[in-house]
């Protein structure tokens, strides 16, 4: 959660920057959106688990909120 937080906050504050900056290496461009296809499916997989939905929904709905917002950077680059 603290991950997704700071990477928002980065976003906001330095959107255009940080896509420009990323978009000059391929790399890191393919890079960025193979972690974030691994992360969305992650995400999907604790979304059924139990322990989640039990005690710690609250956070993982943060979280998925915030993969919003980081899908959007993901998908503009």
Not at 13 to 31: A, G, P
């Amino acid at each position: 959660m603290l991950s997704s937080n700071s990477m928002i906050l980065d976003i906001k504050n330095k959107r255009v920057i940080l896509q420009e900056s990323i978009r000059q290496d391929e790399r890191i461009v393919s890079s960025i959106k193979k972690d974030n296809m691994l992360i969305v499916g992650y995400l999907k997989e604790l979304a059924n688990m139990e322990e989640i939905n039990k005690n710690y929904l609250e956070p993982f709905n943060k979280v998925v909120d915030n993969m919003g917002k980081i899908n959007t950077f993901v998908k503009e680059l």
